[in-house]
């Protein structure tokens, strides 16, 4: 009898152990179910809020609205400085046709054209006040003086040339001399620095002018926000250096806004600026909770796969796949994590720019523009759960590895034939003149724009270079649209009926998806061929369709 209840006990906490572990995988499918469900499936299945898909929709508002407020007002910055710019070239350089000539302004080519061009200027800046027509003016100092004009010239330290001869004595050490001009003086002091002004041209390097002017920009007000003051460093520069007969102007601007010191100004303008501070401060806390609600998706993910992790090694002594792996570390809530720093960033930005606390533009316009760019690039993952737009998304997936490998390749050949234009075609033609140039022009010529100009904008003086460059530009382009880009359409093409394929006959499973389907065996995964390895590895087993019951769930 003793021996009957002993055994009655330990069948029955054999069986509570049994119907413990039941009710914990059960558990471990019902989180892992619900966690790669669409935020409709889980409002279906719990009647839960999918908070996260409403802060990402309010966060795509908010955020491109911001940019297309910022964007407007930085063209008005833009389109300020740009117009200030022309506006002194005409006002500082004599004979100036409004066009630049390549990548200066003007160019002279006697010693009395670049007198009067050296003193036009001198003349204008003395009667700047009454010439221009903008709001801008003399800079002035701290104690109300204005500040005068510089005039540098720099020159080797001695020098005799005498062409004729073909005999030169050069020391070519670089000394530089300065004076500087009171707007209200220079015509007297033009005469008495009349020493200065003697140029020993095979020894002048460059002449520079510099000088410092402010200005207001009204055009904002039209926008309702108060103007910004700038200050123009203006830089004229008479550039001899490769005494080649050709002395090239240049006129450069460097504009700093700040914030004015005395103003007065009645309307909205001002109210406009709080509203919009208000509005970035909301901005930034919509972000705040978007990345809280993705990095809580994170860690719930990490528990999910420890939880899976510790079942499959309790039960069958095995480890999970990087196919399951990936399908929990989800790129997406990294990719919004990151557009929500970059946007918050941005904002604080832009509330110090609107506070005239700051004047970087650029910066600014950079990290809102990345986190916007992020933000609808994220947009991806919600049409992922529509069938037909799922189909696109796999196939960009599956594609991506092995274009990616495609184009590392591919660019070791690109790069050689962008170093050989360069040296060999760089002298001769326009757009090889620097690496860049050369790296844009093949691109062009890759996708088939302007290729009659770029054979025949080639100076043919020399037969040999004219002929390497005939090889060069054929071959390229041969290799490039007849081959490199047609292996580059073949495969994202194999991916796309990769995809379709494994839509009518089904997705591989993984040990992931087998729990999910309530399976029970988990074989060995037998080798398969080469883009079947790839594509589950890359995206498959994180993208496919799980039947639950007579529901269909999208994991992703």
């Known amino acids: 009898m003793e021996l009957l209840v002993r ?9 509570s152990v049994m119907t413990q572990d039941v009710i914990k995988e059960e558990n471990l499918r019902d989180d892992l179910r619900y966690y790669f469900m669409s935020p409709c499936e889980k409002y279906r299945a719990r009647r839960h809020i ?23 007002n930085n063209q008005l910055v833009v389109s300020y400085k740009e117009e200030n710019m022309m506006a002194l070239k005409n006002l500082f350089l004599k004979d ?11 160019a002279v080519y006697t010693q009395q054209a670049v007198h009067d061009s050296l003193f036009y200027v001198l003349d204008q800046y003395s009667q700047f006040g009454r010439l221009s027509v903008g709001p801008i003016s003399y800079a002035e100092d701290e104690d109300g003086k204005l500040l005068p004009l510089t005039l540098c010239k720099e020159y080797y330290k001695r020098g005799s040339v005498e062409p004729s001869n073909e005999a030169y004595d050069i020391d070519a050490q670089l000394e530089t001399v300065c004076v500087t001009h009171d707007p209200n003086t220079t015509n007297q002091q033009k005469t008495q620095n009349s020493s200065f002004f003697d140029l020993d041209f095979y020894r002048l390097v460059d002449i520079k002018i510099t000088f410092q002017l402010r200005g207001i920009n009204l055009q904002t007000v039209r926008s309702r926000e108060l103007p910004d003051c700038y200050a123009f460093f203006v830089t004229i520069t008479f550039d001899n250096q490769c005494h080649s007969g050709k002395v090239k102007i240049f006129l450069d601007i460097d504009a700093q806004s700040c914030a004015c010191r005395n103003w007065k100004i009645s309307g ?14 909301f901005v930034i806390v919509v972000c705040l909770t978007s990345a ?9 993910a990490v528990r999910l796969l420890q939880r899976f992790s510790r079942f499959l090694h309790e039960n069958y002594n095995r ?12 790129g997406w809530y990294l990719l919004v994590i990151i557009s929500d720093l970059l946007a918050i960033i941005g ?7 609107q506070a005239k606390s700051l004047t970087s533009y650029d910066v600014c316009s950079i990290f809102l523009g990345t986190s916007t760019l992020m933000v609808w690039v994220g947009v991806i993952r919600y049409l992922g759960y529509f069938q037909k737009y799922n189909v696109l998304i796999l196939t960009m997936k599956a594609a991506f590895p092995k274009v990616l490998r495609f184009c590392c390749c591919a660019g070791m050949i690109y790069l050689g034939y962008t170093f050989c234009g360069w040296i060999v075609l760089g002298p001769y033609h326009e757009k090889f003149e620097g690496l860049s140039r050369v790296a844009e022009c093949l691109f062009s010529l890759l996708n088939g724009d302007d290729m009659f100009t770029t054979f025949a904008q080639l100076k043919d003086k020399n037969i040999l270079v004219w002929l390497f460059s005939r090889a060069y530009l054929y071959s390229f382009i041969s290799l490039f649209i007849y081959m490199v880009l047609s292996l580059f359409i073949a495969l994202i093409t194999d991916a796309y009926e990769t995809i379709k394929r494994y839509q009518k006959e089904g997705f591989p499973l993984t040990d992931l998806q087998k729990f999910l389907r309530e399976q029970k065996d988990f074989p060995v995964a037998e080798e398969s061929s080469q ?13 496919q369709r799980v039947p639950e019951n007579d529901d269909v769930i999208l994991i992703s």
Request: proline share 1%; with cysteine.
């Open 7 to 15: 055994y009655l006990d330990r069948s029955n906490s054999i069986s």
């Open 50 to 72: 999918p908070w996260k898909l409403g802060v990402q929709i309010l966060k795509i508002i908010m955020i491109t609205t911001q940019l297309i407020l910022f964007g407007l």
């Open 96 to 106: 100036y046709s409004g066009v630049d000539e390549d990548d200066y302004s003007v």
């Open 268 to 281: 909205t303008a001002q109210k406009n600026t709080h509203y919009l501070l208000v509005f970035d401060v």
């Open 292 to 300: 809280v609600l993705c990095t809580r998706s994170i860690v719930l």
């Open 319 to 330: 480890k999970v796949c990087e196919d399951d792996q990936s399908e929990f570390l989800n």
């Open 347 to 353: 904002s604080i930005l832009k509330m110090e720019i």
């Open 531 to 543: 883009t079947d390895v790839h594509v589950r590895h890359s995206v498959l087993c994180c993208c």
